[in-house]
T-cell receptor
Framework: EAQVTQNPRYLITVTGKKLTVTCSQN?????MSWYRQDPGLGLRQIYY???????DKGDVPEGYKVSRKEKRNFPLILESPSPNQTSLYFC?????????????FGQGTRLTVV | AQSVTQLDSQVPVFEEAPVELRCNYS??????LFWYVQYPNQGLQLLLK??????LVKGINGFEAEFNKSQTSFHLRKPSVHISDTAEYFC???????????FGAGTRLFVKA
């Protein structure tokens, strides 16, 4: 089954404690991205990657890091989480062909930083 | 740069009534347009998309949308909603030559019995 898998689904952590949210896709997609979803703001892109070892900042990259060492994986790293990073996070992947343009989303990770 | 405006943050409607969720976009270049649906505690899934050709696009679950280039709109419609359509709906736009998808703020559809 084609899917994007995120882990964990739920996470409560304390300020300053480093954490990683994993994302893996089995569709051989080149493009992967991370979004955060906050009420009234829709989805805002944090980082994206166009292929292995190619990453770039999205609209709200501060406080986050990413890496793309393998095509299927795109982890999101919070080196020193703060309460304003409490949010719902989504990983997404897509092809970049002329017709296969839609994004496939993971189930989401609800992060609470206290 | 592109932007997306969803004109209603919440839309309450009775079961079996028609519904329209409004979306306007802004872009200086050609775009692809999408509607995604998010059911409670789930990720987003594609409802329908406009790439080119016919301006009336049909999607899953009986939804359809019409692309209006002159009004830069892509409104989503369903002639008769069900309780199970209760969800959040996101309009999105993507530059035909680019990689990034821009999402609207979302519209919460509440279907009441």
């Amino acid at each position: 089954e084609a899917q994007v898998t995120q882990n964990p689904r739920y996470l409560i952590t304390v300020t300053g404690k480093k954490l990683t949210v994993t994302c893996s896709q089995n569709m051989n997609h080149e493009y992967m991205s991370w979004y955060r979803q906050d009420p009234g703001l829709g989805l805002r892109q944090i980082y994206y990657s166009m292929n292995v070892e190619v990453t770039d900042k999205g609209d709200v990259p501060e406080g986050y890091k990413v890496s793309r060492k393998e095509k299927r994986n795109f982890p999101l790293i919070l080196e020193s989480p703060s309460p304003n990073q409490t949010s719902l996070y989504f990983c997404a992947s897509s092809f970049q062909g002329p017709l296969d343009t839609e994004a496939f989303f993971g189930q989401g990770t609800r992060l609470t930083v206290v | 740069a592109q932007s997306v405006t969803q004109l209603d943050s919440q839309v309450p409607v009775f079961e079996e009534a028609p519904v329209e969720l409004r979306c306007n976009y802004s872009s200086s270049v050609s775009v692809y347009l999408f509607w995604y649906v998010q059911y409670p505690n789930q990720g987003l899934q594609l409802l329908l998309k406009y790439l080119s050709g016919s301006t009336l696009v049909k999607g899953i679950n009986g939804f359809e949308a019409e692309f209006n280039k002159s009004q830069t709109s892509f409104h989503l419609r369903k002639p008769s909603v069900h309780i199970s359509d209760t969800a959040e709906y996101f309009c999105a736009v993507k530059n035909t030559g680019g990689f990034k998808t821009i999402f609207g703020a979302g519209t919460r559809l509440f279907v009441k019995a």
